[in-house]
C-alpha cells in the first residue's frame, strides 16, 4: 500500500547489501517523516494543557523568540510552496504520487501547531519546551538519510526532482538553525535562578552553569554569587508536604504500637509467675540497683515507639522525584549492556574481512549514541539522586528543630543538645547520602541477572563457577553488613556522647561579655517590650544591687512603673520591695503558707512575720519593714555604665529597642506619656544618641565575628598534616601494596593474552596438561596477589585514615579547650560545633574513601596506558591531548568546586548555632510566642545552606557530562581508527584497545573527580587547621611549678593590676593594689558592672593581666601554669554549671572521695535532705546543664563540690543570689565553720550576706574606692554607707549575719 503511495519501493533489504548501502526513499519519506510530527501531534496538547495550568505572568517578546518564530514561519511558507509546485505539476492523471501531497499538507499543520507552542511558552518561566527540543532533534535525525540520499541522487546526475530537493535542502537547513537556537536559553525576569529558565538542550547537558564556573575560575565566589533556589524545594514548601504525608504516617505507626502493646501486655499476663502481686514490698535498695542493671543492660534499644513511618512518609514526599530517577538508571542500565554488544560486533567485523566498511562505520555510530545517551541519562540521575537527597537533609533538618521547638519538657530531658545536633548534622547527612545509593537495592539486581544472562550466552555452564563463589558469598555480606550496621548503631552513639560533652564544655564559656546583671536587665527589658497583659517575673533582681534593683523597681516592676496597670506576679527574695505589692504569697514545700497584704501578714505573725523580723531592719511605730524611699530625682546618671562597660553592639540596639518600645507602647490604650517618660529617665540614653548623631563607634563594638572564609588553592601545607597525621610509615606501605595490586593485574592481563595465544600453537585436544596447569596456576597466583595486596592496603588505610582523623581531632579539641575567652567571645557556638560535626565527619568518612580512589584510579590509568601502549604505540598520540583537555577542564572546574564547598562549610554553622541557642533558650521563645519567627530564621539558614550544596552538586555534574563527552569522544575516533585500519588489526587487538580505551576514559574521569573530591574535601581538615591555630592562653604546666603544698597561708596581693577583655577594649580592672590576709574573709560589692566578675577571672588568669600581677603566698600567678594555680583555687560561680551524669560524677569527677565525704558535703549544703529522697540517691542522672534541677539547688551542688575540694582560697561569686534569704544564712553559718582555715572572697549583691566579713572591698568602674571593715565603712558616708542604706543596715548589727 505504501509503495502505491509512494509510487515507489518502500522496503527492500537488497538496499542494504551492498558497499554503497542506502535506504529506499519511499521509506524516507514516509516512516522517517512521520516519526517526529507523530512524536509532535501526540504530545502537543500536553503541553497545551500544561501550560494552561501552570501559566505565570506573560514574559516581553525577546530576539531569540522572534527568530525561532520567523524561521518556523519560513518552514510555513516553504511547505505552501511545494504545495503549490505540486498542484502545478499535476496534470490529473495521476502522476504525481500522493506522498507529495501529504507531506506538505502534514508540515503546513505543524508548523501553525509549533508557532502557538512557541507563543504559549511565553506564559512560561522555561520558554524553551523539552519535547519541542526532542521534536527538532528527531527531525534533525530522520531528515538526515533523505538529505543524503537526494545528494547521490544529484551527483549521480539524477536532476528530476531538483525543485523539491532544493526545498528539502533550505528545510533541512532551518531545522538545523531551530535546533541550534533552542539551546540557547531565555531569562525570565520573574526569578535570577537559571536552571529554571534554561533551555532543554542547557538542561541535560548542564551548559546554563557555564557563567558560575567562567565567574569562579576568574575569582573567588561568594554567597551573592550563587542564586537562590526554586520555591518548590525550599525549605517552607518542603515541610508542608512532609507534614501532610507525616499526619497520616504517624497515626497508622502509633496504632501499630498500641497493638504491640496490647500484644505484650497479653503475653506477660500468661507469663507471669504465679505466688508474686503487685502489693508485695521489696526493699527500694534492690529497686534501684535492678533500675540500673535493665539500663546497662538493655541501653534503651527496646523502647516501644511508632517505627517505619519516617521512610515512608519520605517516600511519599518525594516518590515524583524518585521515580523519575528509576527511569533514567534503568534506561542506562540497559544502555550500559550494549557497549559489549557493540564490541563483540566490531570485533567480528575486523576478523571479517568481506563485511562492508559502512558496517563499521555504524557501529562506531552506534557506540558513541550509546554512550552519549548512558552519560546524559547517567549525569541527570546523579542530579536527581543529589536533590532528592539535599531535599530529604532539609526536611529532617527543618523537622528536626521544628519538634525542638514543641517538645515538652520530659521529652527534652531524654535527648541532649549534642545529641539533636548530630540528627541535623550527621544523620540527616547521611540520609542525603542514601538517596544517593538507594536505587543500587534494584539496579543491581538487574546489572546481575543481564550479567549472568550474557555471560551464559558466552561461556555456558562455565559461567555457574563464578555465580556459585557470588551465592557462598552472600551469607558472609550478610554477617558482614550486621555487624557494620552494629558498629555503625554504636559507633552514632559515641558521636552523640562525643558532642553532647562538647556541646556542654560551650554551655559555660559564652556570655561572658555580660555580667549577671546586664543578662538580666536585658532579659527584663526584653520582657517589657513584649506589653503583654501579665508578667511572670521569677527573681528579676537577685543578680543586681540594691540601688539598681529599687531603680528597675520603681521605674519598672512597682506601683508607679512601666507595669503598673499589667498583672504581675513578682518571685523574689528581696523582702524589702514587699510593702509596695499589692498582695503576698509565701510558699514551702510545695504549698501555700499564707497570702494576704503585707499589713494583714504582718498582723497575723506568721511566718511571713517570723521572716521578717529575723532578716529586715524594724523600724516605725507599727513595725513595718521600711524601703528607702529617696526622691525620684535622685542621681540616675550611675546607673548608665562608662562607655567601656557597654557590651558590643548594646548602644546601637537600645536606641532600637527604646522606639520600638514608644511604637509598642502607644498602640495599647493603657500606654501613656509617662511610661514613655520613665523609661527614657530610667535608660538615660542621651549620652548614646549623642554617640550616634556623631556616629563614632565603640571600640570592639562588631562583637561577634563574620566566619573567614578561605579563597583560592587549598594550601600545599594543608595536605602535609593530613599526611602527617596519617603516618608516612603507613602512606608508603599503603601505595607499595596499591602498587603490587596494579602491577599484578599489568602481569595477569598480559598472562592472559599469551594463553589466548596457545590457541594457535595448540588445538583443543593436544593441549598440553602442564602448559594448562602453569597457565592456572600463574594467573591463581597473580589474582590471589592482587586480593592479598588491596586487603592490606585497604586495612592500613582504614587505620591510617582513622588515626588522622583522632589525631586532628585530638588537636581541634586541645587546641580549643585552651583557647582564650576573647576567642569564645567572638565566636558562636555553631561554628565550634560545626568543626566537630560536619568537618570531622568529613575527615572521619568522605575524605579517606576520595583518597583511597584516587590513588586506585591513577595507578589504574598507569597500568591501562602501559597496556595500551604496548599494544598499540600509536595509541599516545591520542593520550597527550586528552591528558591537556583534562587538565584544562580540572584546572577550571575545581576552583568553583573548591569554594562551593567552603561556603557549604561556612553556611552550615549558623543553623546549628542558631539551633543550640534555640534548645537552650526554649522557656524565652515560648513564653514570648516568638516560634514563628525562629522557625523563619531556621528557614533561611538552610535555604541559604542549601543554595550552596545545589550549586555544587550541579558544578560536579558539569564536571562530569563534559569528561564523559570527551571520553566518548576518544571511543569514538579510537572505533573510527580501528576501522580504517582494520586490514592491519587483528580482531583480537581491536577487543583490546577499545575495552582499555573504555576502561581508561572511565578512570581519567573518575580520577579528575577523585582530585577535585580531594581539593574539596580537603577544606574540611583546612577548617579544622584554622581552630587548631587559634591563639592559647598560658601553658597549663610551665618548667616553673609552685612548692609542694602551696598556697599554705592564702595571702592574696594586687599590685596595680589592670585587666581588659580584648586588646581592642578598655581597661575593665585598673589599678587595682590590696592585700588580703592569710583566712581573711573579703566582701566584694559594687554596682553592676562594676568589675567584681573581672576579679574572679583575673585571679583565675581567664583574663591575662594588661598590667600589674597578682601574688599568692609569694608567687606571681603569671608565673606558673594555669593547672598549677586553677586547681588550687575554688570558685562557686554566678551560673552553676553541671554536666549531664550523675549527681555523684558531678561532685567528685575523678572519685578522689569516698560516699560518706559525699553525703557530708551534701549536709552541709543543706542538700542531704533531697538527694536522700530521690530514687537513685547519689546516682541520680542529672539532665544537661543540670535543667532538671532549679537554679538554687545548682548552686547548693557547687558548694558541696566546693567543700569537698578543701582548697585554700575559696571564691563565691553570687553563689546564693538564687536561693532564699534562710537558706543563704544556713550557706554563710556553713562557710564560716567549715572555711574557717580558708581565705574567703565573696561577691555579693546582697550586703547581708558580706556583713560578717573581716573587710570589704568596694568597686566602682574597675577601681577600689573603699577597703576597709563594715564598721568602717559604715562610720564614712561613702559609697557603701549609700548602698547599706538602701538595703536597710546602718550598722553591722542590722543583720542577724
Known amino acids: 500500500m505504501l509503495e502505491k503511495f509512494c509510487n515507489s519501493t518502500f522496503w527492500n533489504s537488497s538496499f542494504l547489501d551492498s558497499p554503497e548501502a542506502d535506504l529506499p526513499l519511499c521509506f524516507e519519506q514516509t516512516v522517517l517523516v512521520w516519526i517526529p510530527l507523530g512524536f509532535l501531534w501526540l504530545l502537543a496538547p500536553w503541553q497545551l494543557l500544561h501550560v494552561y495550568r501552570s501559566k505565570i505572568k506573560r514574559s516581553s517578546i ?38 507529495r501531497y501529504t507531506n506538505p499538507s502534514l508540515y503546513l499543520g ?121 520555591e518548590k524545594i525550599k525549605t517552607k514548601t518542603l515541610i508542608s508536604k512532609f507534614e501532610k504525608h507525616m499526619a497520616g504516617e504517624l497515626q497508622k505507626a502509633r496504632k501499630a504500637v498500641q497493638r504491640r502493646q496490647r500484644a505484650r501486655a497479653q503475653g506477660e499476663s500468661r507469663d507471669r509467675l504465679p505466688g508474686l502481686n503487685k502489693n508485695q514490698s521489696q526493699s527500694r535498695d534492690i529497686l534501684v540497683l535492678e533500675e540500673v542493671k535493665k539500663k546497662k543492660k538493655k541501653s534503651g534499644t527496646t523502647k516501644n515507639y511508632p517505627k517505619a513511618w519516617l521512610v515512608k512518609t519520605l517516600f511519599k514526599t518525594f ?166 550496621r552494629a558498629i555503625q548503631v554504636k559507633n552514632m552513639k559515641n558521636k552523640d556522647e562525643r558532642l553532647k560533652t562538647m556541646n556542654e564544655i560551650l554551655s559555660g564559656i559564652k556570655g561572658i561579655n555580660l555580667s549577671g546583671g546586664q543578662k538580666q536587665r536585658i532579659s527584663l527589658a526584653r520582657a517589657t517590650y513584649q506589653n ?109 555604665p562608662s562607655m567601656e562597660e557597654i557590651p558590643e553592639e548594646v548602644a546601637s540596639l537600645t536606641m532600637k529597642r527604646e522606639n520600638s518600645l514608644h511604637r509598642t507602647l502607644s498602640r495599647s490604650s493603657r500606654s501613656s506619656s509617662r511610661h514613655r517618660k520613665s523609661l527614657k529617665n530610667s535608660l538615660k540614653t542621651q549620652n548614646v544618641n549623642t554617640l550616634k548623631e556623631e556616629e563614632e563607634l565603640v571600640k570592639g563594638q562588631k562583637l561577634i565575628k563574620k566566619e573567614s572564609v578561605q579563597t583560592g588553592k587549598v594550601k600545599l601545607a594543608i595536605y602535609l598534616k593530613y599526611l602527617q597525621a596519617m603516618g608516612w610509615c603507613l602512606i608508603f606501605f599503603i601505595i607499595g601494596a596499591y602498587v603490587t595490586n596494579s602491577v599484578a593485574y599489568i602481569g595477569s592481563n598480559l598472562w592472559l593474552s599469551a594463553w589466548t595465544n596457545d590457541s594457535k600453537t595448540y588445538n583443543g585436544t593436544n593441549y598440553p596438561a602442564s602448559q594448562r596447569d602453569l597457565r592456572v596456576g600463574v594467573y591463581g597466583a597473580l589474582g590471589v596477589a592482587q586480593g592479598v595486596s588491596v586487603l592490606l592496603a585497604n586495612l592500613c588505610s582504614a587505620y591510617a585514615s582513622t588515626h588522622a582523623s583522632s589525631i586532628l581531632h585530638q588537636q581541634l579539641l586541645n587546641n580549643i579547650l585552651q583557647a582564650p575567652m576573647s576567642f569564645f567571645d567572638t565566636t558562636p557556638t555553631g561554628r565550634i560545633v560545626n568543626r566537630f560535626a560536619g568537618d570531622i565527619s568529613m575527615v572521619d568518612d568522605t575524605l579517606p574513601m576520595s583518597l583511597r580512589s584516587w590513588i586506585l584510579c591513577f595507578l589504574g590509568i598507569i597500568s591501562t596506558l602501559v597496556m595500551i601502549c604496548t599494544a598499540t604505540p600509536i595509541f599516545v598520540i591520542v593520550i597527550i591531548p586528552l591528558g591537556i583537555i583534562y587538565t584544562s577542564v580540572q584546572m577550571f572546574y575545581v576552583a568553583t568546586s573548591r569554594q562551593l564547598k567552603r561556603l557549604d562549610s561556612v553556611t552550615r554553622s549558623p543553623i546549628y548555632s542558631h539551633f543550640s541557642e534555640t534548645v537552650s533558650g526554649l522557656s524565652i521563645i515560648r513564653a514570648f510566642e516568638h516560634q514563628q519567627r525562629f522557625l523563619k530564621h531556621n528557614e533561611v539558614g538552610i535555604d541559604t545552606n542549601q543554595k550552596c550544596v545545589f550549586s555544587w552538586i550541579v558544578s560536579n555534574r558539569w564536571l562530569a557530562i563534559r569528561l564523559e563527552l570527551v571520553g566518548n569522544l576518544i571511543v569514538f575516533f579510537a572505533s ?285 568602674k574597675g577601681k577600689i574606692v573603699e577597703y576597709g571593715t563594715p564598721d568602717e565603712l559604715l562610720t564614712n558616708s561613702g559609697p557603701f554607707y549609700l548602698m547599706a542604706k538602701e538595703a536597710g543596715i546602718e550598722n553591722v548589727n542590722s543583720t542577724s549575719f
Open 532 to 640: 503583654s497583659d501579665i508578667y511572670v517575673l521569677d527573681d528579676p533582681l537577685s543578680a543586681v544591687d540594691a540601688h539598681v534593683g529599687k531603680h528597675i523597681f520603681n521605674k519598672v516592676l512597682g506601683p508607679n512603673g512601666l507595669l503598673k496597670d499589667k498583672t504581675r506576679l513578682l518571685i523574689t527574695h528581696s523582702i524589702h520591695f514587699l510593702p509596695q505589692v499589692d498582695e503576698i504569697v509565701v510558699l514551702g514545700n510545695g504549698t501555700i503558707l499564707e497570702k494576704g497584704p503585707y499589713s494583714t501578714l504582718l498582723a497575723n505573725k506568721g511566718v511571713f512575720a517570723k521572716i521578717l523580723k529575723t532578716f529586715t531592719k524594724q523600724t516605725g511605730p507599727e513595725g513595718e519593714a521600711t524601703v528607702n524611699e529617696d526622691s525620684e530625682e535622685e542621681d540616675d546618671h550611675g546607673l548608665m
Open 976 to 1260: 573510527l581508527m580501528m576501522v580504517i585500519y582494520r586490514a592491519t588489526l587483528s580482531g583480537d587487538t581491536v577487543g583490546f584497545v577499545l575495552s582499555n580505551a573504555l576502561n581508561i576514559t572511565q578512570t581519567l574521569n573518575w580520577l579528575v573527580r577523585m582530585t577535585s573530591e580531594i581539593e574539596t574535601n580537603i577544606v574540611a581538615v583546612e577548617r579544622i587547621n584554622e581552630y587548631i591555630k587559634v591563639e592559647n592562653e598560658a601553658p597549663w604546666v610551665t618548667d616553673k611549678r609552685p612548692p609542694p603544698g602551696w598556697p599554705s597561708k592564702g595571702e592574696i596581693r594586687f599590685n596595680n593590676y589592670q585587666v581588659r577583655y580584648r586588646p581592642e577594649l578598655d581597661l575593665v580592672l585598673n589599678g587595682i593594689t590590696c592585700d588580703i590576709r592569710s583566712t581573711e574573709k573579703i566582701g566584694v560589692v559594687g554596682r553592676t558592672g562594676a568589675g567584681k566578675s573581672s576579679l574572679t577571672n583575673a585571679l583565675f588568669r581567664i583574663l591575662e593581666a594588661a598590667g600589674g600581677q597578682i601574688i599568692i603566698d609569694g608567687v606571681n600567678i603569671a608565673s606558673i601554669g594555669l593547672h598549677d594555680l586553677r586547681e588550687k583555687l575554688t570558685i562557686i560561680p554566678q551560673d552553676p554549671i553541671l554536666f549531664s551524669g550523675s549527681l555523684r560524677m558531678n561532685l567528685d569527677p575523678f572519685n578522689n572521695h569516698s560516699d560518706e565525704e559525699i553525703w557530708k558535703a551534701l549536709e552541709l549544703a543543706h542538700l542531704k535532705s533531697f538527694v536522700a529522697g530521690l530514687q537513685l540517691g547519689l546516682s541520680h542522672q542529672v539532665t544537661e546543664a543540670g535543667d532538671n534541677l532549679s537554679i538554687g539547688q545548682r548552686q547548693l551542688l557547687c558548694l558541696a563540690r566546693a567543700l569537698l575540694r578543701k582548697s585554700k582560697i575559696l571564691i563565691m561569686d553570687e553563689a546564693t543570689a538564687a536561693v532564699d534569704i534562710e537558706t543563704d544564712h544556713l550557706i554563710q553559718m556553713t562557710i564560716q565553720k567549715e572555711f574557717s582555715h580558708c581565705t574567703t572572697i565573696t561577691i555579693a549583691h546582697r550586703l547581708h550576706t558580706v556583713m560578717d566579713s573581716d573587710r570589704i572591698m568596694v568597686l566602682d
Open 62 to 99: 525577546t530576539k531569540l523568540y522572534l527568530a525561532k518564530q520567523v524561521l518556523v514561519g519560513f518552514l510555513l511558507i516553504l511547505a505552501a510552496i511545494e504545495l503549490v509546485l505540486v498542484l502545478t505539476e499535476d496534470s490529473g492523471q495521476a502522476t504525481v504520487p500522493a506522498i
Open 110 to 230: 505543524t508548523w501553525l501547531l509549533v508557532l502557538l507552542l512557541q507563543h504559549s511558552r511565553r506564559w512560561c518561566m522555561q520558554k524553551d519546551s523539552w519535547f519541542l527540543s526532542v521534536f527538532w532533534i528527531l527531525s534533525v535525525v530522520c531528515g538526515v538519510f533523505q538529505f543524503q540520499t537526494l545528494i547521490r541522487m544529484l551527483l549521480n546526475g539524477n536532476n528530476s526532482n531538483l525543485a523539491y530537493s532544493c526545498l528539502f535542502f533550505i528545510c533541512y537547513a532551518l531545522h538545523v538553525l531551530i535546533l541550534i537556537l533552542s539551546a540557547f536559553s531565555e531569562k525570565d525576569d520573574s526569578s535570577n535562578n537559571p536552571s529554571l529558565t534554561a533551555s532543554f538542550l542547557s538542561s541535560i547537558t548542564f551548559s546554563w552553569y557555564d557563567s558560575t564556573v567562567l565567574k569562579g575560575y576568574k575569582q573567588p565566589l561568594t554567597l551573592e554569587d550563587v542564586w537562590d533556589i526554586d
Open 319 to 484: 516518590y515524583v522525584i524518585f521515580l523519575k530517577a528509576f527511569v533514567l538508571k534503568l534506561v542506562h542500565d540497559l544502555f550500559m549492556f550494549l557497549n559489549p554488544q557493540l564490541l563483540k560486533l566490531i570485533i567480528s567485523f575486523a576478523n571479517n574481512r568481506d563485511t562492508y566498511v559502512w558496517t563499521g562505520y555504524l557501529y562506531s555510530v552506534l557506540f558513541f549514541v550509546v554512550a552519549l545517551i548512558q552519560s546524559l541519562c547517567l549525569q541527570n540521575y546523579f542530579l536527581l539522586c543529589f536533590i532528592l537527597g539535599v531535599n530529604v537533609r532539609s526536611t529532617i533538618m527543618a523537622s528536626v528543630y521544628k519538634k525542638a521547638l514543641t517538645l515538652s519538657n520530659q521529652g527534652r530531658k531524654q535527648y541532649t543538645i549534642g545529641e539533636t545536633v548530630n540528627l541535623m548534622s550527621v544523620d540527616a547527612q547521611k540520609l542525603m547520602d542514601v538517596t544517593i545509593f538507594i536505587h543500587l537495592l534494584w539496579s543491581n539486581v538487574l546489572q546481575i541477572t543481564l550479567s549472568i544472562y550474557f555471560l551464559w550466552a558466552e561461556l555456558g555452564p562455565s559461567v555457574l563457577a563464578g555465580v556459585g563463589v557470588m551465592v557462598l558469598l552472600i551469607p558472609i555480606n550478610g554477617i558482614l553488613a550486621t555487624k557494620s
